[in-house]
């Protein structure tokens, strides 16, 4: 079986703060890949990055950057200099080679101006 | 190129009834995924297909809902009878061919009520 647990439920930050969100997994499969989704206000689910579990190379892209800890089973997501527009639930995401997905429960971000 | 199409975006229904709801996948994706999205259950995956063959369907709450690939490119989710606790919205998520590790391309959502 396999479990993504986002153990934020909901993180308010003012504007220009950094952001870290958490996202721990549970997997049996030694290949997988995990995933960030974005769900703003409008409701629609919107990709943001994919990781593989051999590839433990932090990413940076603009303000969002992401940290892949294997030995912690840690994908964690951190904004810099966090805008209102990233006000959204984010989800963290794993899904094995047989090509099942599961989603964590999501994190409510509210960026207050 | 035109994204995952579901259909249709708002339903309301008396319980009892039959709902069908609609997907077309983006064109050349082979992995289709049904998501159920509730405030009280986050996002539940309900059913996934690959080359139009349903691969794990324990998501699947119980026999009132059944999901079908009828060719390549189109799928339908089927509520009979409907029930108030069905009310959620729903996701249809598909995958690039050979893509069984890519990430899901979602379509807008079916937000249905049953009353």
Known sequence: AQKVTQAQTEISVVEKEDVTLDCVYETRDTTYYLFWYKQPPSGELVFLIRRNSFDEQNEISGRYSWNFQKSTSSFNFTITASQVVDSAVYFCALRTNAGKSTFGDGTTLTVKP | ?115
């Open chain 2, 1 to 115: 190129d035109a994204g995952v199409i579901q259909s249709p975006r708002h339903e309301v229904t008396e319980m009892g009834q039959e709902v069908t709801l609609r997907c077309k996948l983006i064109s050349g994706h082979n992995s289709l995924f049904w998501y159920r999205q509730t405030m009280m259950r986050g996002l539940e995956l309900l059913i996934y297909f690959n080359n139009n063959v349903p691969i794990d369907d324990s998501g699947m709450p119980e026999d009132r809902f059944s999901a079908k690939m009828p060719n390549a490119s189109f799928s339908t989710l089927k509520i009979q009878p409907s029930e108030p606790r069905d009310s959620a919205v729903y996701f249809c998520a598909s995958s690039p061919t050979g893509g069984q590790t890519g990430e899901l391309f979602f379509g807008e959502g079916s937000r249905l009520t049953v009353l």
